[in-house]
């Protein structure tokens, strides 16, 4: 790595009377000042925030929500990756379990039976978006979340997936069902069955 | 692994084993020298495979249907490798180049001698002078062709998947896989989630055919009762029509696929693997003390799995000792400490209980432990009735012993209960002794650990009759109903200790999660009271208390706590 | 007013002193409310915000225009923020030096106000006895210097009081730059009662209404007694007892509710003290260039009152205004120029003023 070394110029003694910066830190905060204050410019810069509000813009990270497909069908398998990834474990899950109720989609097998989000934990930092192998989680445009407990701040499944709304996707569990289907050779279960011959 | 303890008179009188014959070959360049032959699935000698002098050599090669405990399929082909043997002139004299080394002559295929061509690791010997090359090019495409053909028709499921976090597949894919696939056709599709037994889901889309759980089933459980049916594409691992695949090993199976084709009933959908904290820990449900590793997450214990040790158990267990965990969490565990059938604390109970005892004649107390205690325990336990004069005994508790694994002794530590002396030669002898004692008057007290006394001979009319029975249990039964001071214990994955084996080994295990509520490990109470009744020990720790115990008994022969590694040591009975 | 004129003259000044002091605590603390309000306001608007425009009791609400006017102005802030400071967790940390950890609040603040009795804010109000000034000592200056100098130890005390790191940096801080700043200080002064002849304060504006305002005279004085007044607020760019960005909050660091609210008032109580005194000593006090004479009746007064709180407001808004206008000194280079330039400086117009006085008066 080259090294740029910056000449210090020494200061001259006006300068180093304090005279000059006292007298341009005058003039940058008259200028504001003259701009702001009311009877002068009036045009403070402020967004008054609960009357006006902000266009929140596209890719903004606010609360992670569950989305449910375009059939309605909850997205979430359970894969409990996004609990793993969550940096303040902000995402707790509790899987369906060996006699848990299954998707409610078909050939999916399974969905989580609880799904809780601790928003005052949450950080919206998005990992549980990206790490989501099913596209069932999203970052909204949520920004103002309160409440009067800390009970009340933990969100879970069916507040989630109210909040989260409807992601079109691929749907790929029904489209393996589908493909499966198609071939004729081999049932596909959605629910355990005997092995038939 | 810790050396068994021998007794060094034998040691002496028996010559030094002849040094194995050894080969020498060179791993990714390195040089190693290898047995010539190493032990095979059944423990038989056999010419050493260039797999296991690679391990040797502590490079790993991927395989999936090889196993050291089944015999050798060499079916998946992942184990490719390319490789080559010294070149022989046509005077059978090795050809040397210019520096004087031997000229290796790479493996190539013979009709087209351009072309690398690999042997599979698991199968193929060594010979002298061999060059394995565990990472060259050729050995790289071989496993990237490899693996893509087997991810062809695999449906990943990783979401869904059971297997996902300890899947072969995924960790080889993510070692040598390609990020994305060239296959465009569909995919073959084949039965999902069929009920293959009673514990077992298969899942035939993700399965590699390995043939790992037939040659298990087969060869190691002699139960003819999976194969594989159809052909081609449509391969599928199936149970035979008529049989069902229900032996009690069949869980094993689920250790041994590579992938998440065969997954447990009982976890399954239950814990994503990688929050599981792993423990080790020894099976409680018989004499054999299989070894375990306890899968806990946050104080529940979710599953557990065979720890390898060829010493009892290899890498296998039974299903009945898997699944026997599920008691602890029981929602009606004893967590509260009953002092003459209401709440109390701790220190008062064993405040009275001091007293009780501190004050007792000689002979007015009799103690039944459980050969299910730890064997601190039982020495504890031991220590207080030879200061009492107490009777001691334990319960026998039997059943059917197969050919694998599973014992006829289905207490963990009945050996343990005898070297310590609680109870003779056969457990139950003396409880005869004890009721007549109660019966007669002569017994005013009784202390009974884990037992339910109820059902072998000393009725609930005779607990009547005590002034003080003292009962530690961990989940509620006719003795404990009757107790006057209760004492709420802890499972074995609640605490840590040592059991004996049917065979003698001494074998350590390892505290998973928190006992419930109030309720302790008994060797934290029973220390208190051992030191205010008996006298101190002089030690405070589990650790301490066992090497008093082995300094103590001469069966335990002096063995220190620290030399007992996670497999245990022999004892030499 | 008969009844007054009756008394005893003894209880007459007793009454009349009362209500001076109560009157100038009041207006004083009133002061000190309203520039926690400007300073916010001002430094909203240098920083292109809107300062506080919430707060407002219910009763506003129903007055039509004026009473959303009031709240966008944030009139009623200073007195929720009076209201949160007394209702406030007033938390002691169970480590500290219990005793000085009470006292150090009071030491800071009780100085300041002491100060104010020696000022001269007007000429004389109704009668010419009944002078505007709480104390009129002859030694008016040397009383404000000796006083000042305690409020050092307020912040001194707070810092050993609270037992952790920061404060006492704090406070050591602290200690180092009051005692080098009070020196200039102390030796700016001296020129302007070479010039005066006399140290009572009320003689000082009685010299400036007929020789015109000793800034003139004085200028070099006056920067330098600024400067200094500034190092003695611990008002940036002097705050280095409480340096937010290196020791947290410095002295009052482990202070909260109405004991922290002490040490606030104590700075903002300072801030006005100095002002006084600047406007006594170099602005004539109560005086303009023509209108120098005691007042006779009770509007001129009210008049004189009101040009010195006028001039002291100007002053008040300089210190705000240079809090956003400078960045803080390093610690060397406070130091450098509290004792490399500003001593020697003062030292050397003291020595021209005494010639120029000695020539003059021979
Ligand atoms: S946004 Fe980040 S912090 Fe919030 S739930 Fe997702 S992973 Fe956790
Ligand atoms: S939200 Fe996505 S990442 Fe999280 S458990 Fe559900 S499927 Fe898995
Ligand atoms: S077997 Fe392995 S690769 Fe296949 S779905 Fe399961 S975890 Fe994924
Ligand atoms: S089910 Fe598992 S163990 Fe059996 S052949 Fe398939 S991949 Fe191998
Ligand atoms: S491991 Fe060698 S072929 Fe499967």
């Known amino acids: 790595m080259s090294t740029k070394v910056v000449e210090r110029k020494p200061l001259s003694a006006w300068e180093r009377s304090y005279i000059p910066s006292f007298l341009g830190g005058l003039g940058v905060t008259w200028n504001h000042f003259k701009r702001t204050a009311p009877f002068l410019g009036n045009k403070p810069i402020t967004m008054e925030y609960p009357e006006q509000k902000w266009v929140v813009p596209e890719g903004y990270r606010g609360a992670p929500y569950l989305v449910k497909d375009q059939e309605g069908a909850t997205k979430c398998v359970s894969c409990q990756l996004c609990e793993f990834v969550c940096p303040p474990k902000a995402i707790r899950i509790t899987p369906p379990g060996e006699n848990g109720q299954p998707a409610d989609r078909a050939n999916a097998e399974k969905m989580p039976r609880e799904f809780e989000i601790n928003m005052l934990r949450c950080i919206f930092c998005g990992l549980c978006q990206e790490v989501c192998p099913e596209e069932a989680i999203f970052l909204q445009k949520d920004y103002s979340l309160t409440g009067t407990s800390r009970e009340e701040m933990v969100y879970n499944k069916e507040k989630l997936l109210k909040l989260g709304g409807t992601h079109a996707g691929i749907q790929k569990w029904k489209h393996k069902l589908e493909e499966a289907e198609a071939q004729e050779s081999f049932p596909v279960a959605t629910e355990p069955q005997k092995h038939s011959h | ?573 | ?362």
């Open chain 3, 1 to 362: 007013m008969d009844f007054f004129q009756n008394l005893d003259p003894a209880v007459q000044f007793f009454i009349f002193s009362a209500v001076k002091i109560g009157v100038v605590f009041g207006v004083t603390m009133s002061f000190v409310a309203y520039s926690v309000l400007v300073e916010r306001k001002v430094s909203a608007w240098i920083q292109d915000r809107v300062g506080p425009n919430r707060t407002s009791p219910p009763i506003a609400q129903f007055i039509p225009i004026l009473g959303p006017f009031l709240t966008r102005l944030g009139i009623f802030q200073p007195m929720a923020d009076g209201l949160k400071f007394l209702l406030k967790e007033d938390f002691t940390p169970n480590y500290v030096r219990l005793a000085y950890f009470w006292l150090a609040p009071a030491i800071a603040v009780i100085p300041a106000f002491l100060t104010l009795a020696v000022i001269p804010f007007g000429s004389t109000l109704g009668n010419p006895d009944n002078k505007m000034v709480i104390a009129d000592l002859d030694v008016g200056i040397l009383y404000t210097f000796g006083i000042v100098s305690l409020g050092v130890y307020g912040i001194v005390l707070a810092g050993y009081a609270a037992n952790s790191k920061y404060p006492f940096l704090g406070g050591i801080r602290s200690t180092a730059q009051m005692i080098s700043y009070e020196i200039a200080m102390g030796m700016s002064v001296v020129s302007v009662f070479l010039l005066v002849g006399d140290l009572n304060l009320s003689k000082v504006i009685e010299y400036q209404a007929h020789g015109g305002w000793l800034v003139f005279k004085q200028p070099l004085a006056f920067f330098i007694f600024l400067v200094a007044a500034f190092a003695e607020t611990n008002r940036l760019p002097f705050d280095l007892p409480e340096s937010e960005s290196e020791l947290v909050g410095g002295y009052h660091t482990e202070y909260s509710s109405m004991k922290f609210a002490l040490f606030f008032l104590g700075e903002y109580a300072n801030m006005i003290a100095s002002s006084a005194m600047m406007v006594t000593l170099f602005f004539g006090g109560w005086t303009l260039p023509f209108l120098g004479e005691p007042a006779s009746g009770l509007l001129g007064g009210l008049l004189h009152i009101g040009i010195f709180v006028a001039k002291m407001a100007a002053f008040m808004i300089l210190f705000i205004w240079v809090r956003w206008m400078f960045p803080r000194f390093r610690y060397d280079q406070l130091m450098d120029l509290g004792w490399r330039r500003f001593i020697p400086l003062a030292l050397a117009n003291i020595l021209v003023t005494a010639l120029v006085v000695a020539f003059v008066n021979r």
């Open chain 2, 1 to 573: 692994m810790s050396a068994p303890v021998t007794p060094p008179a034998t040691a002496a009188t028996q010559a030094a084993p002849p040094p194995p014959e050894t080969v020498t070959v060179k791993v990714n360049g390195k040089t190693v020298q290898v047995p010539k032959t190493m032990p095979n699935w059944q423990g038989k000698p056999e010419a050493t495979t260039m797999l296991q002098a690679a391990r040797c050599a502590g490079v790993d090669i991927p395989h999936y249907c090889y196993h050291d405990k089944l015999p050798v399929a060499g079916n998946c082909r992942m184990c490719l490798v390319e490789f080559g043997t010294p070149m022989i002139g046509p005077d059978r004299k090795p050809v040397l180049n210019e520096d004087g080394s031997p000229k290796i002559a790479r493996s190539v295929l013979p009709y087209e001698p351009g072309t690398p061509r690999g042997a599979i690791a698991c199968a193929t010997p060594i010979s002298p002078g061999m060059e394995i090359y565990a990472d060259s090019p050729a050995t790289k495409q071989m496993r990237e062709a490899v693996l893509e053909s087997l991810l062809i028709n695999h449906p990943l499921d990783c979401p869904i998947c059971d297997q996902a976090g300890e899947c072969k597949l995924q960790e080889y894919s993510v070692q040598h896989g390609q990020a994305e696939s060239r296959f465009v056709e569909a995919k073959v599709h084949k039965p999902k989630a069929v009920d293959l037994g009673p514990r077992i889901i298969l899942d035939d889309e993700r399965c590699v055919l390995c043939t790992r759980c037939i040659r298990f089933t087969k060869d190691i459980v002699n139960d003819d009762a999976l194969g594989i049916v159809n052909r081609g594409s449509y391969n599928t691992i199936s149970a035979f029509p008529g049989k069902t695949f229900d032996n009690n090993y069949t869980l094993n199976t689920v250790d041994l696929c590579p992938v998440g084709a065969l997954t447990s009933k009982d976890f399954r959908f239950k814990m994503r693997v990688w929050f599981l904290k792993e423990t080790a820990s020894v099976c409680t449900t018989c004499g054999t003390g299989c070894n375990t590793t306890i899968g806990s997450r946050e104080g529940v214990v979710h599953r557990l799995e065979p720890r390898a040790n060829d010493a009892v158990n290899g890498p296998w267990m039974c299903d009945t000792g898997r699944l026997n965990y599920k008691w602890i969490a029981r929602a009606d565990r004893l967590k509260e400490v009953r002092v003459g059938g209401r709440k109390s604390t701790w220190s008062t109970a064993l405040r009275e209980i001091t007293a009780k005892l501190s004050t007792a004649p000689a002979g007015s107390v009799a103690i039944v432990a459980s050969a299910r205690q730890t064997n601190e325990e039982l020495f504890l336990l031991k220590r207080l009735a030879t200061k009492l004069g107490a009777i001691t005994d334990s319960i026998a508790r039997e059943g059917e012993p197969d050919r694998l694994l599973v014992s006829g002794d289905r207490n963990p530590n009945s050996t343990g209960a005898r070297l310590t002396g609680v109870s003779f030669t056969e457990a139950g002898i003396q409880l005869p002794k004890i009721a007549a004692g109660i019966a007669s008057g002569t017994i005013r007290s009784l202390i009974v650990f884990g037992e339910d006394v109820t059902q072998h001979g000393i009725d609930a009319s005779l607990l009547a009759k005590l002034d003080m029975l003292v009962v530690s249990d961990i989940l509620p039964n006719a003795t404990t109903e009757a107790a006057t001071h209760l004492l709420p214990g802890a499972a074995a994955p609640e605490k840590r200790g040592t059991f004996v084996n049917v065979k003698g080994r001494l074998q350590k295990f390892h505290k998973a999660v928190e006992a419930p509520g109030d309720a302790r490990p008994e060797i934290e109470f029973l220390q208190e009271l051992a030191d205010a009744v008996a006298g101190p020990t002089g030690t405070s720790t589990i650790e301490g208390l066992f090497n008093r115990m082995t300094a103590d008994i001469p069966a335990f022969g002096g063995v220190q706590w620290s030399a007992v590694g996670d497999t245990g040591v022999t004892l030499s009975l």
